[in-house]
């Protein structure tokens, strides 16, 4: 079992709160369409995270990793949807203005299957994995050191699922009022310019660890 819940409360918020693809992104969804349009994003990424975690400590991920062309694979294209999604927020304009065809938020499993190509979501997934699913040492002993590592996957998947929801709103209230404040187009194309740029530079460790 999970030695200290309050460490893997501390390392999921830390992970949670810190500037990420997924918060940026919510960010900017909340600025241009609102809390409301910017739920179904903020719950996908809330259920999906932890799904996919779940499936990467019964062993998914390690399929994936273990294939050198699978992992390049994935990791390009998380690069290219990242470079695509800072485009549309780079290009969006102002709330008042006009959508363009086709300018949505992002829908329920849209934000889901993202983590899948997120890199930030794989680096927390597997150092989460590592640091607190201590039955792993005994995975391949006993039935009962099986069983408590598939107990601390799941004590690990629920604590990131209640702790990303509050966090994601928080970030989600910052861009809404953010939002609020920028009422002339130049100023939104800037915050929308900003969040973009963010984007591309969650990029770099990728890029700098390939």
Request: glycine share 10%; hydrophobic share 60%; with cysteine.
């Given at each position: 079992?999970?030695?200290s819940?309050?460490?893997?409360?501390?390392f999921c918020?830390?992970?949670?709160?810190?500037?990420?693809?997924?918060?940026?992104?919510?960010?900017?969804?909340?600025?241009?369409?609102?809390?409301?349009?910017?739920?179904?994003?903020?719950?996908?990424?809330?259920?999906?995270?932890?799904?996919?975690?779940?499936?990467?400590?019964?062993?998914?991920?390690?399929?994936?990793?273990?294939?050198?062309?699978?992992?390049?694979?994935?990791?390009?294209?998380?690069?290219?949807?990242?470079?695509?999604?800072?485009?549309?927020?780079?290009?969006?304009?102002?709330?008042?203005?006009?959508?363009?065809?086709?300018?949505?938020?992002?829908?329920?499993?849209?934000?889901?299957?993202?983590?899948?190509?997120?890199?930030?979501?794989?680096?927390?997934?597997?150092?989460?994995?590592?640091?607190?699913?201590?039955?792993?040492?005994?995975?391949?002993?006993?039935?009962?050191?099986?069983?408590?590592?598939?107990?601390?996957?799941?004590?690990?998947?629920?604590?990131?699922?209640?702790?990303?929801?509050?966090?994601?709103?928080?970030?989600?209230?910052?861009g809404?009022?953010?939002?609020?404040?920028?009422?002339?187009?130049?100023?939104?194309?800037?915050?929308?310019?900003?969040?973009?740029?963010?984007?591309?530079?969650?990029?770099?460790?990728?890029?700098?660890g390939?």
């Open positions: 079992m999970i030695p819940l309050l460490s893997l409360v501390l918020f830390a992970m949670s709160a810190t500037p990420g693809p997924n918060n940026v992104m919510v960010m900017a969804s909340a600025a241009r369409y609102g809390m409301r349009r910017t739920l179904p994003h903020v719950l996908g990424i809330t259920l999906g995270f932890p799904a996919m975690l779940a499936l990467v400590g019964i062993g998914i991920g390690a399929l994936i990793l273990a294939s050198p062309m699978i992992h390049l694979g994935l990791e390009i294209l998380g690069a290219f949807l990242m470079l695509w999604i800072a485009w549309r927020i780079a290009t969006a304009g102002a709330p008042h203005e006009a959508p363009r065809a086709g300018a949505r938020p992002l829908r329920f499993f849209e934000a889901a299957l993202f983590q899948w190509v997120n890199p930030k979501a794989w680096v927390i997934a597997v150092a989460a994995i590592a640091l607190y699913a201590r039955g792993n040492g005994g995975a391949h002993g006993n039935g009962r050191a099986h069983g408590m590592v598939w107990i601390d996957i799941a004590l690990i998947a629920a604590a990131f699922a209640l702790i990303c929801l509050p966090t994601l709103l928080g970030w989600a209230a910052l809404r009022g953010a939002g609020a404040f920028l009422k002339s187009e130049r100023h939104f194309r800037l915050f929308n310019g900003a969040m973009a740029a963010l984007l591309v530079l969650a990029l770099v460790p990728l890029a700098w390939g």
